[in-house]
């Protein structure tokens, strides 16, 4: 078992050091627009959350024991899984310039699993059961969508603070060829003057979509995340009620998902307005991630409760 | 006086048909979620002032944030969701499932495009048609003080899905009401050997064995005793009268006539030899005690009580080990004069003592107890159906975007045709942005001055 154990910290290593250069190559492509720097962090991603999958896989398979039930596999899943959506998102939304961010998250997330990290140990009795295999996943895969959005949401911040002063969002693009016209909402014109004009701030502000773009990929990561953390809510309750017999006991854990549930339910109800969409928005996708982190993280280590499994 | 009331209906409509007024109901909501989270519920008064400074823990227990999910304040905002979520559902959702077809000012929409076409009026309007039918678009064709508009849609069915993600919310909320009005739920403790009756459904449950495995494990922390197993054999009679055997997990509950089992927990009750003056009492002999258990001692103002069980007492030290197996057990014992705490100790299995006044105390014999949780639940069909459709309401909200286009032909010089088109959704423009871009691309790289 030694010898498979040591295959599973190389491939956490593996997956470490990728993420890790991977972060550095995508900042670096996030200021400069360097295109080999792209060329160099995408695979870097890639590579590092295959061996993430694969450390779990090999990890399930020769210890026989589902890998998910503690921090140390739970935090391994999220950072594979926020990768994984944000190489997904990358290439729908042609958003690799956010790569940096997700790797530097997924870096940390293995580093701290890492700590946690005591060995193959059994499961305790109610974890002994199938919804492990289908709960555990959903609820942290919805983690690792408002991890992205996170993400996404912190870029539009810096853009819209960037472009603080410019307020019209509305240009007209006059399309070449065929005496055709069309609406697309933009860049602020003040932004692509100042560009114009040398000023780099604006110049590199350019390079980033437009901030209704970053809006609408932030809603698709919350679009992913909150169908899942419904299901996974819903799942939770499942097995609640096979393992205690309530599908509902207000435990921490449990409180804190439904806070953060009721935090993106608002985000979503908000998006439907166009006087709280994008900047208001965005705010409080950041919001709801802290509370991601408190109910994925602080409900386990500090308080007490039916969820606590920390090693 | 009917004026008044419609006055304060449509100030009631107004206000919680806002989806504002409802973000922040969610807001309260997932305030008073959170405080319960912090804030350890149903715990002893003096437990908050041992935890907090004394201002606030006295707010947390006149606030009854220590029992928030059952207080006014919580209940209240549920109900007031609720309303809200009526009322936006018959105000806002069902009314704007199917808008009306309208001509609308296409330069006006942020989505808009305009494209010229070459041949005659009617082959313009069949390749409009042509094109949107073979995207899938719904067509729709109306006049307008003599303007002939194309209404094309897409996804319309999917304007249903907050209405269903709502009704999923609903029917959660009945299946829950329906426990409240129509179920029940309980704890009992059973030992080794004996019976209970479980009083809301007269089953009886007897424990014919409980066993529980732990599993050493030595960790990069040390050695663990992992709790890998607790298995409860037991015969249940319920309404027919039959006895049953029935092996109860975790995990795996039982069913018994509608009612679930489940295994909840599990102790070590204790029997003491008793004796006074060198005879044994059998009164007290005989009796069983559950951990926290006491009893009086005929004659004293003593009274002893088993605190707990100790599986396995560290032979070095004479102190509790970490091993929960049962290998050198002892029980801790404290006793009370007059309800004065006089001391306790830590007594190994059968050693005796001496109680004072010729009583004696042996710790004889311990029995394994089975905790059970039992519940009734009716609303469980429900609040799964519930829950089934609100993810469906969801799904159905945010992968399929309803969109309208609306798109007019008008004459443009050189015998040419201008196609107006403009794009709507309800979830505005940007969302789709890209995929109106397409379109106009597509349909200006297929038609765009065309010679019919």
Redesign the interface.
């Known amino acids: 078992m030694n010898g498979h154990l040591q295959a599973d910290e190389l491939l956490m290593i593996v997956a470490i050091a990728c993420y890790v250069f991977g972060a550095l190559a995508l900042f670096a492509y996030f200021f400069s627009r360097e295109a080999w720097l792209r060329n160099l962090g995408v695979p870097l991603a890639v590579v590092g959350c295959v061996a993430q999958f694969a450390q779990l896989f090999v990890r399930w398979e020769l210890t026989g024991i589902w890998p998910l039930l503690n921090l140390y596999g739970s935090l391994s899943l999220f950072a594979a899984m926020s990768v994984a959506i944000y190489i997904g998102m990358a290439w729908r939304y042609k958003a690799w310039y956010a790569g940096g961010f997700v790797l530097a998250l997924a870096a940390i997330a293995l580093a701290y699993g890492v700590t946690w990290?005591?060995?193959?140990?059994?499961?305790?009795?109610?974890l002994?059961?199938y919804?492990a295999k289908i709960h555990v996943p959903i609820v942290v895969s919805s983690y690792a969508a408002f991890l992205v959005a996170f993400v996404f949401s912190v870029i539009y911040l810096i853009k819209y603070y960037a472009e603080a002063r410019v307020a019209a969002t509305?240009s007209k693009v006059e399309l070449a060829?065929?005496?055709?016209?069309?609406?697309?909402?933009g860049d602020t014109p003040a932004l692509a003057t100042a560009a114009a004009n040398g000023n780099p701030l604006a110049q590199w502000l350019e390079t980033l979509p437009p901030l209704?773009?970053l809006?609408?990929i932030v809603?698709r990561a919350v679009?992913i995340g909150?169908?899942l953390i419904?299901?996974g809510i819903?799942t939770g309750?499942?097995?609640a009620?096979?393992?205690?017999?309530?599908?509902w006991q207000?435990d921490?854990k449990e409180?804190?998902a439904?806070?953060t549930w009721?935090?993106y339910?608002?985000y979503?109800?908000?998006?439907?307005?166009?006087s709280?969409?994008g900047l208001r928005t965005n705010w409080v996708s950041v919001l709801g991630f802290f509370l991601v982190i408190f109910t994925y993280l602080g409900?386990n280590i500090w308080?007490s409760g039916l969820h606590s499994y920390k090693? | 006086m009917v004026q008044k009331l419609d006055n304060y209906y449509a100030d009631f409509v107004r206000t919680f048909g806002n989806v504002l007024f409802a973000v922040s109901l969610f807001v309260v909501w997932g305030i008073l979620t959170l405080i319960g989270v912090i804030v350890d519920q149903g715990k002893d008064p003096s437990i908050y002032f041992a935890s907090y400074p004394a201002p606030i823990a006295r707010a947390i227990l006149r606030l009854s944030f220590d029992n928030i999910y059952h207080s006014p304040w919580y209940v209240g905002i549920v109900a007031l969701i609720l309303t809200s979520l009526t009322v936006c559902t018959f105000k806002r959702v069902i009314p704007a499932r199917l808008p009306p077809l309208r001509p609308i000012k296409i330069d006006k929409i942020p989505l808009h495009a305009s494209i010229d076409v070459t041949g005659d009026e009617r082959t313009v309007r069949e390749r409009l048609e042509g094109f949107f039918r073979a995207r899938g678009w719904q067509l729709r064709k109306r006049a307008f003080d003599g303007t002939e508009w194309t209404f094309a849609d897409k996804h319309n069915w999917a304007r249903r899905g907050v209405l269903v993600a709502h009704i999923g919310f609903v029917i959660i909320a009945a299946g829950t009401t329906l426990y409240w009005a129509r179920g029940f739920s309980g704890e009992t403790v059973v030992v080794t050997g004996q019976s209970v009756q479980i009083p809301q459904t007269k089953a009886i449950l007897h424990l014919n064995n409980f066993a529980y495995t732990i599993t050493p494990v030595l960790t990069k922390g040390g050695m663990v005793y992992q709790p890998t197993d607790y298995v409860s054999k037991v015969t249940v009679t319920g309404k027919d009268g039959v006895p049953k055997p029935m092996t109860v997990r975790v995990n795996h509950p039982i069913d018994v006539d509608g009612t679930l089992y489940y295994q909840a927990s599990y102790g070590f009750a204790m029997r003491f030899a008793i004796t006074h003056n060198g005879k044994e009492v059998p009164a007290l002999s005989q009796r069983v005690l559950l951990e926290g258990q006491s009893f009086d001692v005929p004659g004293t103002r003593l009274s002893v009580s088993y605190d707990r069980f100790v599986p396995t007492v560290d032979r070095v030290s004479g102190m509790p080990s970490a091993d929960p197996r049962v290998n050198d057990p002892a029980v801790v014992l404290s006793v009370s004069d007059a309800g004065q705490q006089a001391g306790s100790a830590l007594v190994p299995l059968h050693t005796w003592v001496d109680l004072g006044g010729g009583w004696r105390l042996v710790p004889s014999r311990y029995l394994l107890y089975s905790g059970f949780q039992y519940r009734y639940d009716p609303g469980i069909p429900l609040v799964g159906i519930g829950a089934l459709v609100l993810v469906a309401g969801l799904l159905i909200s945010f992968y399929f975007l309803p969109a309208r286009l609306y798109a007019r032909v008008d004459p443009a010089p050189g015998g040419r045709w201008t196609v107006g088109l403009a794009a709507t959704t309800v979830k505005g423009y940007d969302m789709f942005e890209s995929q109106f871009r397409g379109i106009i691309s597509e349909f200006s790289s297929e038609h765009a001055g065309e010679a019919s």
Do not use: F
């Not at chain 1, 990290?117 to 109610?126: D, F, I, K, R």
């Not at chain 1, 055709?180 to 909402?185: E, G, H, I, L, N």
């Not at chain 1, 979503?268 to 166009?274: A, C, G, S």
């Open positions: 990290n005591e060995g193959t140990m059994p499961a305790v009795p109610s002994q059961s919804w509305v060829g065929t005496g055709m016209t069309m609406s697309v909402r209704a773009q809006d609408v809603y679009a909150l169908p419904s299901i819903i309750a499942a097995w009620k096979e393992a205690w017999g309530a599908y207000w921490p409180t804190a439904l806070c009721i935090v339910l608002a979503m109800h908000l998006h439907t307005r166009n709280w969409r409900v308080i090693v």
